[in-house]
């Protein structure tokens, strides 16, 4: 698990700026500073968009588990694992509040 606390602000980095393409199911985040670029599926890209300039962890899995319909556990192990991708991806930053 992260050590991310419930109260531990998530926001995109400044350089990310993220694409999707619903009806062809392609979904991205692209760094605009190195030329790197993602592909997401659509619950990833879904929580980058959801995360924006700024929101709190336990916002975040509230919000995720009533909208996928999943347990708090399931939700939590969940956005755990994408949290940790786009961390490690420097997709995203934890900010002070």
């Known amino acids: 698990m992260l050590g991310l606390k419930p109260t531990s602000r998530l926001a995109l980095k400044d350089n990310i700026m993220l694409q ?10 692209f760094d605009t500073k190195t030329g790197d670029h993602y592909q997401l599926n659509h ?5 980058l968009e959801s995360i924006g300039n700024q929101t709190t962890f336990q916002e975040l899995l509230d919000i995720f588990a009533k909208s996928f319909e999943l347990s708090k556990a399931t939700a939590e192990n969940d956005l755990s694992e994408i949290i940790h991708n786009a961390l490690e991806n420097h997709i995203i930053k934890e900010v002070s509040p």
């Open 20 to 29: 999707g393409i619903p009806e062809l199911d392609h979904y991205y985040a």
């Open 43 to 47: 619950t990833a890209h879904w929580v």
